[in-house]
């Protein structure tokens, strides 16, 4: 008999942070009563502390599945459309086809216009739980259930260097360097003299080998980046990533079609019809699916579609339990398109306490992930942690 799901639950996962994402507070940059900050230098919010929203699913059989999905900002927005809406609509399911509940439970807002933002974060993150209990059904890795693996390992970029002064990032960077990696990113907003000599220094310190791409943060109209972008490339730049706004999809053509230099984007879509839209018009070389957003339905479309147009893949990681960079890396590696992986060790290294299971970056690349499932789990501090909401 079929096993279905029986239950959905929603948790948040909040963990203290010693250092700030980005880097120190600034003046004028103090957090609010719920401890959210505004950066005055990109305009966006984060919060003092890293929070994600977990979701356990379980079968009837007793079969348990985790996903993760965003919980930044505004935890009870996705809480509420998955316990008013796509629960119910989940209990009773077969785990084993998670592709086919997925388009189901994205159908039931479509002709609303919910088709991003966080009615589609709360789908990734039953779409992961799904996938996970796939696997443990099937008794086999995410990765195996998607063919295969293709890569042997994973290459992984360090990404971010919140010092606060370019001498400082310099010291970070050659600090991970001599742990055996070679292709790092800065952010521009944070670059305190100017992107320009921010790479000049970088690989001034790094020398002539090491991958050296910058983060523009969507922070610039198109002539700016492009002024920008310019100015970065004598110094070997290996991509810039979301140079303008990214609603507006003109001014990216513009700019991907001015520059020499690579360019990278799409940690912020959701669907493919994100990706479709923008890789039709503009020159991008590289796309950067983020998998807290799109799940593993989606994210494996977007590498189908990469793959046929000649794009490379090298996701994002963003704050998390582990949950869904564990997710990221299954699916990844089973794509021929795969070119590296984002490696934000400010989070990965101090909270790999949050769960069990051997997710490893070392020497310049993450390890294959086995199974069976996501081939980790929340831990039981991280049990001890979490919040219904
Ligand atoms: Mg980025």
Redesign the pocket.
């Known amino acids: 008999m079929t096993d279905t799901v029986k239950n959905v639950r929603v948790f948040t996962l909040t963990v203290q942070r010693e250092k700030q994402y980005l880097g120190d507070v600034q003046p004028g940059e103090e957090p609010n009563a719920r401890g959210y900050l505004v950066r005055n230098a990109n305009r966006t919010v984060y919060p003092t502390f890293d929070r994600s929203i977990l979701v356990r699913i379980e079968t009837h059989a007793g079969v348990v599945g985790w996903g993760e999905t965003y919980g930044l900002v505004a935890p009870g927005a996705v809480a509420a459309i998955i316990n008013d809406l796509l629960a119910d609509f989940t209990i009773g399911r077969d785990p084993s086809q998670p592709s086919l509940v997925y388009d189901d439970l994205y159908d039931l807002m479509r002709v609303r216009g919910y088709t991003g933002g966080f009615y589609v974060d709360a789908l990734a993150a039953i779409d992961i739980a799904l996938w996970d209990i796939a696997g443990r059904q099937a008794n086999c890795s995410i990765s195996e259930l998607l063919g295969g693996a293709r890569h042997e390992k994973i290459p992984a970029y360090v990404s971010g260097l919140p010092e606060a002064d370019l001498k400082s990032r310099g010291e970070l960077a050659k600090y991970w360097q001599e742990k055996g990696f070679n292709a790092f990113k800065f952010a521009t907003p944070m670059a305190s003299e100017g992107p320009a000599v921010e790479i000049e220094y970088l690989r001034s310190v790094l020398g002539p080998t090491a991958r050296i791409s910058a983060?523009m943060?969507w922070n610039q109209t198109a002539e700016e980046a492009i002024t920008l972008i310019k100015a970065m490339e004598p110094h070997d730049l290996w991509f810039a990533?979301?140079p303008v706004r990214t609603e507006n999809i003109g001014e990216l053509e513009h700019v991907s079609k001015s520059v020499d230099s690579a360019i990278a984007v799409g940690?912020e879509w959701r669907t493919q019809y994100d990706m479709q839209q923008r890789i039709e018009r503009c020159r991008i070389a590289i796309v950067q699916p983020e998998m807290g957003h799109t799940g593993i339905t989606n994210f494996v479309r977007m590498g189908q579609m990469a793959n046929e147009h000649g794009i490379d893949l090298i996701p994002?990681a963003t704050i998390g339990a582990g949950v869904f960079l564990a997710a990221s890396l299954q699916a990844s590696i089973t794509l021929d398109c795969l070119k590296g992986h984002e490696f934000q060790h400010s989070i990965f290294v101090p909270n790999r306490w949050l769960y069990d299971g051997e997710m490893r970056c070392s020497e310049g690349a993450y390890e294959p992930l086995s199974g069976p499932g996501l081939g980790i789990e929340p831990s039981a501090e991280a049990l001890r942690l979490i919040e219904s909401i």
């Open positions: 983060d943060h990533e979301a940690e994002h």
